[in-house]
């Protein structure tokens, strides 16, 4: 089976910097994704990973590491709008590529 | 255009109605998905078809069923429904299905309340 592991909460102040931290199980792994999601909006994407190393997009980074099945997030100079639901997913290919979720990581950025 | 747009945004029903979810991209993407999402919770996983077959069931029961017409358009047709399938049922398309694809588009979701 498969399964995901990310903090359920995570706090923070504007500016600052936050790393949201995912293990994960799998058979079949083929690349870690992120995905942000605001209170009643639909989950976007952030960010993927299918090679170790980071991967840089504005204020978000990425990290992969394969062989200690571990990923993170990065968040700098962190935003009032930050604040939103973060979840990490694998792609299975040994499951037809399905996407799985992680739990989910709540942050919050206060003033 | 870079949207997948469902409808209705909310649906209420009673447990003998049948409705339809809809959902639609004009993206050209070959795969959609149905998830099922409750409160604080991640998306689930229901369906994916992939070029317009039906390629992932995750043994949904089946007062849930599937339908795409065409690469464009997805349906979710529901019966007999209970108070526990109450929930955000989120319509997701990529490019194509399988382990290489890239990100998933998701829509809004449409908000279903069984009574």
């Keep these: 089976g498969q399964s995901l592991e990310q903090p359920s909460e995570v706090t923070a102040v504007e500016g ?6 995912c293990t994960y199980q799998t058979s079949g792994f ?58 990490c997913a694998v792609r ?20 | 255009d870079t949207e997948v747009t469902q409808t209705p945004k909310h649906l209420v029903m009673g447990m003998t109605n049948k409705k339809s ?7 050209g993407h070959r795969a959609m998905y149905w998830y099922k999402q409750k409160a604080k919770k991640p998306p689930e996983l229901m369906f994916v078809y992939s070029y ?3 390629s992932i069931n995750e043994s949904v029961p ?19 429904l209970q108070p526990e399938d109450s929930a955000l049922y989120l319509c997701a398309s990529s490019e194509t299905g399988g382990a290489n694809t890239g990100e998933l588009f998701f829509g809004e979701g449409s908000r279903l309340t069984v009574l």
């Design chain 1, 30 to 87: 083929y690349g870690l994704s992120w995905y942000q999601q605001h209170d009643g909006g639909a989950p976007t994407f952030l960010s993927y990973n299918a090679l170790d190393g980071l991967e840089e997009t504005g204020r978000f980074s990425s990290f992969l590491s394969r062989s200690d099945s571990y990923g993170y997030l990065l968040l700098q100079e962190l935003q009032m709008k930050d604040s939103a639901s973060y979840f």
């Design chain 2, 52 to 54: 317009e077959k039906l």
């Design chain 1, 92 to 111: 299975d290919y040994n499951q037809g590529g399905k996407l799985i979720f992680g739990q989910g990581t709540e942050l919050s950025v206060k003033p």
């Design chain 1, 16 to 21: 600052a910097i936050v790393q949201i931290n």
């Design chain 2, 62 to 80: 089946s007062r849930f069923s599937p339908e795409c017409p065409n690469s464009s358009l997805l349906n979710l047709h529901l019966h007999a």
């Design chain 2, 21 to 27: 979810l809809k959902c639609e991209q004009h993206m």
